[in-house]
Every structure is written in structure tokens, then in C-alpha cells.
């Protein structure tokens, strides 16, 4: 490989959430979905080039920001966007919440399918609206959706819009073009607009292909709103750039306003030219990356297998973040974490936090850092379960 993901980096005492979250500085963590790597060697150049020049203002995006947006999609998921559909903000969640309020009433139901990132329950609840659960079904190794509760959903004349999460935090499938084809025919039969989050869009493990909800139809476009971000797949999420893409000019319009309603309408002068870097020059470093998390991924089966047959590793088709099934301990996934912290001093996520329901049982691992660290890591996992095997 050209690039070293290998390489021992130090993230504690840098005021880091992922590390410095915890006060004990034993604690791994693997929790958090950001990666312990170094950047592109193409961002990190900009980025200097940037501060060098010691000035620090209010930023303007530029026209060759939205020329390496339309150009990534295109070249890489053929996906055709126009200009005038990118609306650029600070985040990935602040467009969430934006698209919410711009598009539903206070009352009114947002559907989402769990197990799901914790961030759509808290934006769903802050516009004032009702959270309602297409729960996954699990089938195997895998999730799959249950579509004729997904229409049951659909058909309430409350539910107005549709969270999807493409590919899926954490259930990790990425969702097939049929599968998003599937879900549009039901949301455009009943009235509902589609909201997709795909911030972990360029994280797919070999043989799985990610679609654009909006490219698996030309009803799909019509009806959906793409929220992007390199911040997961280049690991800039300090950097703080996302986009949301919409083909409806007068959605668009509404969503426009939310943003500058709850303020996040400007963004800082490091994240528009650490995407252009990204999206331009670091294809080449994003397909290692991918290579080195599906190694980590299948060293993580290999360990599992070995050392902890009793608990099901899910299939990883996309993201960097496993999702095991702990029901066999007979411990809650809140007490198996709370042990995990305490005993084995690492930090997993608790599957509750996607779902009281459908996450219990679960926890989800971040596999996203040099593979010796990822290994200690599990290595301290074993050593607490395994005594709870000898209680």
C-alpha cells in the first residue's frame, strides 16, 4: 500500500471527543464514528497552505467547490447534479434538522428504521415531531426491511417524511438499488418525502455497490433530498462541510430558508478546499482505506470466531462501525458496555442508543484505526466476557 494505516497515531490530549471523552486515560476507545487515521496527504497540503497564509475570515464557497461535488458523483457513482440543486452547510446533522423543519409541521411523523444513528431521534424531537420505527428485521447475518410495515407507516397520514440512513448506522447494509427503489414506489404512493443521509457513502466493503438513493430512479430524485459529507470517508469532521442536494426548486427554497433560520449557513475556510482536495486528489488514498478497514473487518470475524464464538458478528457491507449480537451473555447491552468501560477499560457503544427496542442486545464497535489498536482493543473484550463465563 502507498499509504500507512498501520501507523500509531495519538489523538489523546488534543481535545479530541473520541479520546478525551473519557477521563481515564486507559480507556481505548472505540466508540465515536471518526477514524484514527491521518488524512490525505492532498488535505493536509491545502490545509497548511491555508493556515499559512495566517488569516482567518468569514469564507466564501467558491464555484470550484461545487464543480468537485458534481465531479466526484459523477466520475464515481454516476450520478448527475446540477449547480444550482447543492445547498452547502456545516454539518450533515444541522442539514437533517434543517430539512425537517423546512418540510414537516410540529405533530407531524417522521419515519425512520431501527436500529438507527442516535442523531435521528434527537433532530426528529427537536423540530417537535413524532418519531415512528420501521424496525428492521433481522434475517440471518443481516437486516432486511420489512416493507409491509414500511407501508403501514407510509400510510398514516401524519407520517410526512422518510429518515433513510444509505448505507445503514449501524445495521451496516448498503441498501440495494431495488431496495431504494422499493421504498420510493411506497413513500411517493402516500405522499412522503424522502430525507437520505448517506454521509457514509464512499465506506463499502468489496463486492457491495452503494447507490444514491437519488440515482435509482428518475422518481427518486423528484422526491428525495441527499445529505453528503466527506467527513466520515476522509475523516474531516472537525472541519465541519456538508451539502444537501434537492432537484425540487421550491423544496429547496424551504430548506434554504431553515438553514438560515437556525443559522448554519456559514461555514469555516478550512472545510470547502479540504473537499475540493478530497474529492479531486484522494480517490486513490479512500480506496486503500477501504481495502484496510475490510482487512480489519475480516481479522475482526477471525478473532470472534476464535475467541468469542457465542456472539454473532453482523455483515459489514458498508461503514466502518460492527454490529454484534451480545444476547447470548444475557446481559443488557447498556450493562455490557457499562462492564466493558469499567472492567476492561474500552469504549463501545451501547446498540440502545439506535433504539430501546430493536438495539438492545447489540453493541457497535469502531474498526476504524490501526489494526494492532483494534486488536488490544478486542483483546480486552474477550478478557471481560470471558469471565463472565467462568461466574
Same mark, same amino acid.
Given at each position: 500500500m502507498k499509504y500507512d494505516f498501520d501507523k500509531e497515531t495519538i489523538r489523546r490530549g488534543t481535545q479530541c471527543v473520541k479520546w478525551d471523552e473519557a477521563a481515564d486515560p486507559e480507556v481505548l476507545p472505540m466508540w465515536v464514528a471518526d477514524m484514527d487515521f491521518e488524512v490525505a496527504p492532498c488535505i493536509a497540503e491545502v490545509l497548511q497552505k491555508r493556515v499559512a497564509h495566517g488569516i482567518f475570515g468569514y469564507a466564501l464557497v467558491p464555484e470550484s467547490y461545487y464543480e468537485a461535488v458534481i465531479g466526484w458523483f459523477s466520475r464515481r457513482h454516476g450520478w448527475n447534479i446540477q449547480r444550482d440543486w447543492i445547498l452547502y452547510t456545516s454539518g450533515v446533522v444541522p442539514a437533517m434538522s434543517c430539512a425537517i423543519k423546512a418540510l414537516c409541521m410540529p405533530g407531524e411523523k417522521v419515519l425512520i428504521q431501527t436500529p438507527v444513528y442516535n442523531c435521528f431521534f434527537s433532530s426528529i424531537h427537536n423540530n417537535g415531531c413524532q418519531v415512528v420505527e420501521n424496525e428492521l428485521r433481522r434475517t440471518g447475518d443481516t437486516y432486511e426491511i420489512d416493507f409491509e410495515d414500511f407501508e403501514r407507516?407510509?400510510?398514516?397520514?401524519?407520517?410526512?417524511?422518510?429518515?433513510?440512513?444509505?448505507?445503514?448506522?449501524?445495521?451496516?447494509?448498503?441498501? *440495494?438499488?431495488?431496495?431504494? %427503489?422499493? +421504498?420510493?414506489?411506497?413513500? +411517493?404512493?402516500?405522499?412522503?418525502?424522502?430525507?437520505?443521509?448517506?454521509?457514509?457513502?464512499?465506506?463499502? +466493503?468489496?463486492?457491495?455497490?452503494?447507490?444514491?438513493?437519488?440515482?435509482? &430512479?428518475?422518481?427518486?430524485?423528484?422526491?428525495?433530498?441527499?445529505?453528503? *459529507?466527506? *467527513?466520515?470517508?476522509?475523516?474531516?469532521?472537525?472541519? =465541519?462541510? &456538508?451539502?444537501?442536494?434537492? =432537484?425540487?426548486?421550491?423544496?429547496?427554497?424551504?430548506? /434554504?430558508?431553515?438553514?438560515?433560520?437556525?443559522?448554519?449557513?456559514?461555514?469555516?475556510?478550512?472545510?470547502?478546499?479540504?473537499?475540493? &482536495?478530497?474529492?479531486?486528489?484522494?480517490?486513490?488514498?479512500? /480506496?486503500?482505506?477501504? %481495502?484496510?478497514?475490510?482487512?480489519?473487518?475480516?481479522?475482526?470475524?477471525?478473532?470472534?470466531?476464535?475467541?468469542?464464538? =457465542?456472539? =454473532?458478528? +453482523?455483515?459489514?457491507?458498508?461503514?466502518?462501525?460492527?454490529?454484534?449480537?451480545?444476547?447470548?451473555?444475557?446481559?443488557? *447491552?447498556?450493562g455490557l458496555t457499562e462492564k466493558l468501560l469499567n472492567e476492561g477499560k474500552v469504549f463501545v457503544n451501547s446498540g440502545t442508543m439506535y433504539g430501546r427496542k430493536a438495539g438492545e442486545g447489540y453493541i457497535r464497535i469502531n474498526i476504524a484505526c490501526p489494526r494492532s489498536r483494534m486488536l488490544e482493543g478486542l483483546e480486552r473484550i474477550a478478557t471481560v466476557i470471558g469471565k463472565l463465563n467462568k461466574k
Open positions: 407507516k407510509c400510510a398514516d397520514e401524519k407520517t410526512t417524511l422518510f429518515l433513510l440512513c444509505n448505507p445503514h448506522n449501524p445495521a451496516g447494509r448498503v441498501w *440495494s438499488k431495488a431496495e431504494l %427503489q422499493h +421504498m420510493n414506489d411506497i413513500c +411517493m404512493r402516500h405522499g412522503v418525502r424522502v430525507v437520505s443521509d448517506e454521509i457514509h457513502c464512499e465506506l463499502v +466493503m468489496p463486492g457491495c455497490v452503494y447507490t444514491p438513493f437519488a440515482a435509482a &430512479a428518475d422518481d427518486c430524485q423528484r422526491n428525495s433530498i441527499t445529505l453528503s *459529507s466527506p *467527513s466520515k470517508s476522509f475523516n474531516t469532521a472537525g472541519l =465541519q462541510i &456538508a451539502n444537501i442536494v434537492c =432537484q425540487d426548486a421550491e423544496v429547496r427554497r424551504r430548506i /434554504d430558508r431553515a438553514i438560515n433560520i437556525n443559522e448554519v449557513c456559514d461555514v469555516n475556510p478550512f472545510g470547502p478546499i479540504a473537499l475540493e &482536495a478530497a474529492y479531486n486528489e484522494g480517490e486513490e488514498w479512500l /480506496d486503500e482505506l477501504n %481495502q484496510y478497514l475490510y482487512q480489519n473487518y475480516l481479522a475482526l470475524k477471525e478473532f470472534f470466531a476464535n475467541r468469542l464464538p =457465542q456472539l =454473532q458478528v +453482523m455483515r459489514l457491507e458498508g461503514t466502518y462501525l460492527v454490529w454484534v449480537d451480545i444476547r447470548s451473555l444475557g446481559l443488557s *447491552s447498556d
